[in-house]
């Protein structure tokens, strides 16, 4: 019993080793599994079940997000968020595009369908995706045979789902003449084209890629083997392209790394090369076509590689064109270098070359600007000469005299340029405006005010900046008006302002005209007005616009106010009689117009209103009344009656 009992016990404990053994080596081979990331594939190529079918296997969530597509009919794959050839845990999660097909709410722009045939047609409606579109036949005696007649929408668009028909012509057939279509599965491209040409079909060709089908063979046929087609219409026929390659990223890849994909997936590569600033030398900064498209076997990859940095040269010594012509090349290649320089003098550098330069070694980015001193070579250092008689400039200086008026002593440099210290180039030129003395001004008594301002702008074209200052104007019996009759004269210093006086000629003491009959006087301009006066003779000044004893300028206005002597009065009679034949209001005023202008009347009104003396126009009153001594002047009212 012992023996058995231990017999089992070491059984039991054999059995539990080989569990947990079994147990811990699956789950290292599950841990395994885990670590290890799995290679993105093309799900492009994949149904939807071969896409679930991955999922499960590799333990990779496939979110799906459904979109309206017009290459891709409904189900098929249109994209990935992750790119082909990439790796992701067990786990990850990946967004895949589904394509529901076109839209059928997308607007479509009927075009002029007369002329076309059924062929044409048909390609209308598969190039726009009428989804809800059908071809009808009608016999027609106008229209030939296999062309559109008409449709049953008027509108100019439509929606990609709504209902259309295109009927088309029979001619004076009751049906079209039909074509069997056959298999083209073993048909090349220009036998399908002949079969076309030869039955009146038209053939259009679409390629895709295709991961069973060899490139150049058919796909598939829009109209079945042994189907029958109308005479006139069209099929299209899907070529494959081969399986085609997914392109791997390969940015950031090096040339190694790139020319192994290329040369496994059976495709060419054409490398160019420039400098980057984010990417090592020899790795991939682009591509053409981009990351996870799908391109033919035999197909050319378009790679740009780094060059990486740019190492500088220092051209310390060399021209400034040796530097540009080095730049230019670089910058063939993407470097997009600048060069920027400034001048300097150099005791040690010859004219024209390059002193120092920004930066001179190490890698530099592309875009970076080298900036230069150029040299001018050796310098002059120019002496003094301000404050000094020394007008004889150094050797290598050219010497420009400027003279100028000045309170320093006459010969004394008052000015330089360039100041002294300056450093300037061999040949060059240097100003020294040197003292003449003080201005000189001469007196222009008698003289016109232009000859004085002419000699002060002459003055101070040399730098007098002399000013003119007038004072108030003087009569003088000696001087023309508007000459001057004294100025500011002799050496003056620089910016003096000189005073002048202009004279306003003789003047005049204006005469006591009023009272006596004179009427001009020497030198004045005297206006006469007339008036009558009842206290003053005929011709005799009223009054005068200035005041006796006035001084004033030669060819001063003033005017005179001379007698007419009493004005002349009138007697006006009663006018009652004058208009006593009147016929009515007008003819009154008429004959009162015409009789006060006969006796020089010249202020008279009319007063017209209803005063019951039996006719029209005859006189109610009159002011003043008849009999009365009046002026031509005075006012006259006559009141006229209107019935």
Not at 287 to 309: E, Q, R, Y
Not at 406 to 417: A, E, H
Not at 543 to 560: E, F, P
């Amino acid at each position: 019993m012992k023996r058995f009992y231990h017999y089992k016990t070491t059984l039991l404990f054999i059995s539990l080793a080989m569990s947990l053994s079994v147990l811990f080596g699956f789950s290292m081979v599950r841990n395994i599994s885990i670590e290890t990331p799995i290679r993105i594939e093309d799900f492009t190529s994949m149904t939807q079940d071969q896409l679930l079918a991955w999922s499960k296997e590799n333990d990779i969530k496939i979110v799906t997000i459904e979109e309206y597509n017009d290459e891709l009919e409904i189900g098929k794959v249109v994209s990935q968020d992750v790119i082909v050839g990439e790796r992701l845990f067990a786990g990850s999660s990946i967004k895949v595009i589904v394509s529901k097909g076109p839209n059928p709410d997308v607007i479509v722009n009927l075009i002029d369908f007369k002329g076309k045939d059924i062929g044409e047609i048909q390609q209308f409606i598969e190039n726009n995706k009428l989804l809800a579109a059908t071809i009808e036949f009608e016999k027609s005696t106008e229209i030939n045979s296999a062309y559109f007649i008409r449709t049953d929408n008027s509108s100019s668009s439509i929606k990609r789902g709504q209902s259309i028909k295109f009927y088309i012509s029979t001619g004076n057939k009751e049906e079209l003449t039909t074509v069997v279509v056959p298999d083209f599965v073993e048909y090349t491209r220009q036998q399908i084209s002949s079969w076309g040409q030869t039955n009146n079909i038209k053939t259009n060709f679409v390629e895709e890629f295709n991961n069973d089908i060899l490139v150049g063979k058919v796909i598939s046929q829009s109209q079945a083997p042994s189907s029958s087609v109308y005479d006139g219409s069209s099929i299209t026929i899907k070529m494959s392209l081969g399986a085609g390659v997914v392109l791997e990223n390969l940015v950031g890849k090096s040339k190694t790394t790139i020319d192994k994909f290329i040369n496994d997936n059976g495709l060419k590569v054409n490398y160019t090369y420039t400098y980057s600033s984010t990417q090592n030398k020899d790795l991939g900064i682009s591509m053409n076509p981009s990351a996870s498209t799908k391109v033919g076997n035999g197909s050319t990859v378009n790679v740009t590689l780094s060059l990486g940095k740019i190492s500088i040269t220092d051209f310390k010594g060399k021209s400034l064109s040796d530097l540009q012509a080095w730049v230019n090349e670089v910058n063939k290649q993407g470097a997009n270098l600048k060069v920027t320089s400034t001048q300097a003098y150099s005791d040690t550098i010859t004219s024209g070359l390059i002193i120092t330069q920004t930066p001179s070694s190490g890698d530099i980015n592309p875009g970076t600007e080298i900036k230069a001193s150029i040299s001018k070579g050796k310098g002059i250092v120019v002496e003094t000469y301000k404050g000094t008689t020394n007008t004889t400039v150094q050797t290598g200086l050219k010497l420009n005299k400027v003279e100028v008026y000045s309170d320093s002593p006459v010969g004394t440099v008052v000015d330089q340029n360039p100041s002294a210290g300056s450093t300037v180039d061999n040949n060059s030129t240097i100003t020294l405006t040197v003292s003449i003395g003080k201005p000189t001004v001469s007196s222009f008594a008698g003289q016109s005010l232009a000859n004085l301002q002419n000699q002060i702008n002459t003055l101070n074209a040399k730098g007098a900046k002399l000013t003119l200052s007038k004072t108030a104007d003087e009569y003088s019996s000696t001087v023309s008006k508007g000459n001057v009759i004294t100025n500011t004269s002799g050496q003056v210093s620089v910016g003096t302002s000189i005073s002048y006086t202009v004279s306003k000629g003789a003047s005049i003491t204006i005469n006591n005209f009023v009272g006596g009959t004179a009427l001009t006087q020497s030198g004045l301009n005297i206006s006469v007005t007339y008036q009558f006066s009842d206290t003053v003779a005929n011709n005799v000044v009223i009054s005068q616009s200035r005041t006796a004893g006035s001084i004033v300028d030669s060819g001063t206005s003033m005017s005179l106010v001379v007698s007419k002597g009493a004005e002349p009065r009138i007697i006006l009679p009663d006018l009652a009689p004058i208009v006593s034949s009147s016929t009515g209001v007008e003819d009154s005023k008429t004959k009162l117009r015409n009789y006060f202008a006969s006796i020089g009347a010249t202020n008279y009104s009319f007063v017209v209103d209803n005063y019951n003396l039996g006719g029209a126009g005859l006189i109610n009153n009159q002011t003043p009344p008849g009999g009365t001594s009046i002026k031509p002047n005075d006012p006259i009212v006559v009141y006229i009656s209107s019935n």
